[in-house]
Structure formats: structure tokens, C-alpha cells
């Protein structure tokens, strides 16, 4: 059998699997509606979450983002704005991600962003304080249903921001939805399940419970759904209290999963991000394990303080969720920069891109639209870098005469030797091209709702890079003429200096204001007078008609050539 052949053959086997394993569970759920009431709740509480963070960045218009990334600029403000926005969306995945795509698309240094991240492992714990606290307490399911009605109504009749808000009352009421049926699937089971058995007296059982709490968080993408889960089991009288705190360390572990599989691929800033957010949950679980004993005492009396009851271990739990994630902070806190310095030496930037190779253009970037859009302006302006280069070549001038200061008219009429320059259409097929590609794809690939501005700000970026590479393929017909009448002795020769003058004139001005609307000034300058001096030189015989069409046409091309570079 052939190499495909097998490979069918196992995807094949793969699908009867799964289509048996959906079987199985259909037929476990159908006999034992318990574990289907708790399974509903479980989708139903994730399917909210997902709704409740899509609606809030639709809402945000980008705002969410401005206000993380102008966070990042000090640690504590880091950490601070890293809570917020967690306790915002209730989604600390979402943070995390963002965080990621902040890091891959350069806006933000490393240590903000890790500050940021240690916020985000605080603000998750407010998700384990609103169960508690609200959720095990009332009857949620007569709030769910109003929200629920308001939330589809609008999102289907609304637009725009009217249809963000009410997919926010949509994700809000499947989670207290959600909350409601994971009770009441608890309350079923609790006659036939208990877990007390499980817990020992050995503290040796407490890491089989993290390792739990782990493979839940894994599973399921969402430490709230583990928590949600555990404090349901505690306080139905499931779960013993030690072995919940075990399991509540664990789900902190399993968030790293999210940022570990979000720097796959990518580059190297967005994998030390990822490594700080494991070094991080990993040393604060260890900590927190080695003293559960003494946090679970120190809850007690912090709880006896602010007047819990003894036995409100729902509500004791969230507060060990938020004591072992404020002591990971302060012990960790001090050491941003040197974590910061070990991940950049254990993640270096590779010793050598490919010019052509998209640096930003990453999948992370794609999460969010302020991010988005940075990664495409940053990689904009490296392709028109090399643009500007490749028409210095096109006009065979060098770019470090063009760029940076002005032109001189010494260098234009310097001898030039056409074998020493690169013939523009080999260098656009090097490095403009394969780079021009990766932009259309990941254009394409933007499907994140944009504000009016951020639309605007997208296509103008579009169509002036789409403009640029339009202008170098001018340049590149202009080139071939200018190369075969380069002599000193060609009757073109002036001429020809004059066009490379203006462009490089031209091209001055944009390499230092893009914006600039005084581009298009000396190339037309130049055209005029070389109209007139045509008709002239043709009726003194000082130029033939072949070469007067071909001067013509150069005009033509240069002309092309600034108006796609010029400002719309």
C-alpha cells in the first residue's frame, strides 16, 4: 500500500472512532440524565464565556487594546490593567492571547507584558468569587431566561454596537444558565458519588488532584469551567476542602496551555512570552502545594476576620484562589527583568531573516484588530523600505544618495557602469513579491470586526502598499531605458538625467514625509520641458523621431511612477 494510501486508510479508522466514542457518550448521557444535565451545563457555561469575550472586543471598538498596551508601560499598572480587563471579560485566555499578539506584532517590550500576564492570573480569581459568592447561592436560571431573550432578539435584529451589547447579555445569561444545570447535576449525583474516598491523609494525594485540575483546564480551555466544576463539587459535599484548594492550583497550572500552543509557530518574542507565563504558573503552584497546609490556616483566619462562616468553603476557596495568586506576584514581581533577560538568551531572534520573510505577520496577530492592524503597518513599511531601494536602483542612482539627504546633480551625471546595478525585475521577484504575497494572505485572513476608523486605516494602508509596488513595476520598464541609452554620448542622455533628478527628488521627499503632497512637483517640471524641447529638437533634426517616442515614453513611465507613490 502506498504512503497515501495508508494515510487514508488510518484517517479513515480515525473518523469510526470518533463516530463510536459520540456514540458511546450519547448512550452514557441518554441512560444517565445526571451526567447529561452536568455535561449541558459544563457546554453551556463555556459556549457563554465564548460569547461574553467576542461580544466585549466587538464592543470595545479597540479599546480593550489601547488600554492594555498603554498599560504595559509600568509593571504594577501592568498588573493592575491585567486584572481589570480579566475580571472584564472573565477570560483570562483572552488576555493571555492578546498579550501574545501584542508581544509578536512589536508593540509592546517584554516585561510589560509579562506584568501583564501576572495580572491576568489575578483577575481570573474575581470568575471563582462571582460562583461562590452569587452563582451557588441563587436561582440562576430565572435571571438567565430575560437575558437570554434580550440577547438572541438583539443580536439578530441589532447591528454594530447595539448587536455587541446584546451578544454580552447573550454570553452572561448562558453562563448563569450554564452555573444553574451544572447544580442541578450535582444535586443528582450526589447521592451516588462521593469523593472523600480519594482525598487520604497524605499530602501525597494533594498532586494527583492538581494533576486533575490540569487535565480539566487542558481539556476544556477555561479555568473558570474547572472552578465552576470544583466549587459545585464542594459545595454539594462531593469534594473534601484540601483537595479542592489541590485542584484549584492545578486549573492555574493548565492555563499555560494556552499560551504554549499560541507561541507555536511563532516568533521568538511570542515564545518567551509563553515561557514566562509557564515559569510563572508553574513556581506559583509549586509554592502554593509546598504551603497548602499553612494558606489553608491563614484562610481560615483571614475568612474568621472578614466574618465567613467555618463552614463557607466555596467562598474559602476563592479567597485561597486569590491569596496563592498575590503571593506568586509579589514573590516573582522583582524578578520581570531578569526572567525577561534568561527567556531572550533561551528564545533568541534568529541570526538571519529572509528579506522577503513576513517578521510580524503572525497568526497571534490575527486575534485582535489593534494588533492586526500594527503587524500590517509594520510590515507595510519594511516592504516599502525596499521598495525605495529597488527605485533607487531603477533610476540607477545609489539609495544612500537618494534617501537621507538630497540629491546631488554631480551624482547624476556621473559616469554609470550598467553592470554593477541589479535589473529591478529579479529583485522585485526576490523581495518585494514572495513579501507582497504573505500581506494579501494575511489581509485576507482579517474577518475581526473593525471600527469605521480602523477600516479606514486598513484600506488606506492597503492601497498605498498595493500603490508601491505598482510604482516599482514603472520602475522597472524605466530602468531598461535608462540602461540602454546610459553612454555619456547618447542623445537621451540628458534627458534621462533630468527624469532621474526629479525621481530621486521625489522619492527624497516621500522617504521623509509620506504624507508629503509636494512629490509630483519636479517630475512634472521635467515632463513640460522635455514636451517642448522635443518639438524643437525634432524640427532642428537634433533628435529622431524613434528616439523622441522612446523619450516620450520614459516621461510617460516616470510620471506613472510618482503619481502611484504620491499621497491620495
Known amino acids: 500500500m502506498t504512503r497515501q494510501g495508508v494515510a487514508q486508510a488510518l484517517l479513515s479508522r480515525r473518523h469510526h472512532l470518533e463516530l463510536l466514542g459520540l456514540a458511546a457518550a450519547a448512550a452514557l448521557l441518554l441512560a444517565r440524565l445526571d451526567l447529561a444535565t452536568l455535561a449541558a451545563g459544563l457546554g453551556l457555561f463555556l459556549w457563554g464565556m465564548t460569547h461574553l469575550g467576542d461580544a466585549v472586543k466587538r464592543l470595545s471598538g479597540g479599546t480593550l487594546d489601547r488600554w492594555l498596551h498603554t498599560a504595559t508601560r509600568h509593571p504594577l499598572r501592568a498588573i493592575g490593567v491585567g486584572a481589570a480587563a480579566t475580571a472584564l471579560v472573565q477570560s483570562s485566555s483572552l488576555v493571555t492571547l492578546l498579550s501574545l499578539s501584542f508581544v509578536g506584532a512589536g508593540l509592546v517590550a517584554l516585561p510589560g507584558a509579562i506584568a501583564l500576564l501576572f495580572g491576568a492570573n489575578l483577575g481570573t480569581t474575581t470568575g471563582a468569587w462571582l460562583i461562590a459568592g452569587f452563582g451557588l447561592r441563587v436561582d440562576l436560571a430565572q435571571f438567565a431566561m430575560p437575558f437570554l431573550a434580550l440577547g438572541l432578539l438583539g443580536s439578530r435584529v441589532l447591528k454594530d454596537g447595539r448587536a455587541a451589547a446584546a451578544g454580552v447579555l447573550l454570553g452572561i445569561g448562558l453562563l448563569f444558565l450554564g452555573i444553574d444545570f451544572m447544580k442541578l447535576g450535582f444535586e443528582a449525583w450526589q447521592d451516588g458519588l462521593s469523593l472523600d474516598g480519594l482525598a487520604g491523609d497524605s499530602a501525597w494525594h494533594w498532586p494527583l488532584f492538581v494533576l486533575f485540575g490540569v487535565v480539566a483546564t487542558v481539556v476544556m480551555q477555561s479555568s473558570h469551567a474547572t472552578l465552576l466544576i470544583t466549587l459545585a463539587a464542594l459545595a454539594g459535599g462531593q469534594l473534601p476542602y484540601l483537595p479542592a484548594l489541590a485542584?484549584?492550583?492545578?486549573?492555574n497550572v493548565g492555563t499555560t496551555v494556552t499560551a504554549v500552543l499560541g507561541a507555536l509557530g511563532a516568533g521568538a518574542a511570542v515564545r518567551r512570552l509563553a515561557g514566562a507565563h509557564v515559569v510563572f504558573n508553574l513556581a506559583t503552584a509549586a509554592v502554593a502545594l509546598a504551603l497548602l497546609v499553612p494558606l489553608a490556616w491563614l484562610v481560615d483566619e483571614l475568612g474568621e476576620l472578614i466574618g465567613?462562616?467555618?463552614d463557607a468553603w466555596p467562598l474559602k476557596l476563592a479567597l485561597f484562589h486569590t491569596l496563592f495568586n498575590l503571593l506568586g506576584i509579589v514573590l516573582m514581581l522583582p524578578l520581570i527583568p531578569r526572567l525577561a533577560a534568561c527567556l531572550e538568551r533561551c528564545?533568541?531572534?534568529p541570526s538571519r531573516i529572509p528579506p522577503a520573510q513576513a517578521r510580524y505577520l503572525n497568526t497571534n496577530a490575527?486575534?485582535?484588530a489593534d494588533t492586526a492592524l500594527a503587524a500590517?503597518?509594520?510590515e507595510c513599511q519594511r516592504l516599502n523600505r525596499r521598495a525605495y531601494h529597488l527605485l533607487c536602483s531603477a533610476i540607477l542612482m545609489p539609495s544612500a544618495e537618494v534617501i537621507g539627504h538630497p540629491p546631488s546633480r554631480e551624482v547624476v551625471k556621473a559616469r554609470i557602469d550598467t553592470t554593477a546595478w541589479p535589473m529591478v525585475n529579479a529583485r522585485y521577484h526576490e523581495q518585494i513579491k514572495?513579501?507582497?504575497?504573505?500581506?494579501?494572505?494575511?489581509?485576507?485572513?482579517?474577518?475581526m470586526p473593525l471600527t469605521e476608523e480602523q477600516q479606514a486605516r486598513l484600506e488606506s494602508l492597503y492601497a498605498r502598499t498595493l500603490r508601491m509596488v505598482e510604482a516599482v513595476r514603472f520602475g522597472e520598464v524605466l530602468q531598461r531605458s535608462l540602461m540602454r541609452h546610459a553612454a555619456a554620448a547618447s542623445p537621451l542622455r540628458e534627458a534621462h538625467d533630468d527624469i532621474r533628478m526629479a525621481l530621486a527628488q521625489g522619492l527624497n521627499r516621500l522617504a521623509a514625509a509620506p504624507d508629503s503632497a509636494d512629490v509630483t512637483s519636479p517630475i512634472e517640471e521635467v515632463?513640460?520641458?522635455?514636451?517642448?524641447?522635443?518639438?524643437e529638437r525634432l524640427r532642428q533634426h537634433r533628435l529622431d523621431p524613434w528616439l523622441a517616442s522612446t523619450l516620450m515614453n520614459d516621461l510617460h513611465q516616470a510620471t506613472r511612477l510618482m503619481e502611484a507613490l504620491a499621497p491620495t
Open 347 to 349: 528564545f533568541p531572534e
Open 308 to 310: 465567613l462562616a467555618a
Open 366 to 368: 490575527l486575534e485582535h
Open 376 to 378: 500590517m503597518e509594520q
Open 247 to 251: 485542584i484549584a492550583i492545578g486549573a
Open 434 to 447: 514572495p513579501l507582497m504575497a504573505e500581506i494579501l494572505d494575511f489581509y485576507a485572513r482579517l474577518d
Open 527 to 535: 515632463r513640460q520641458h522635455w514636451q517642448q524641447a522635443l518639438a
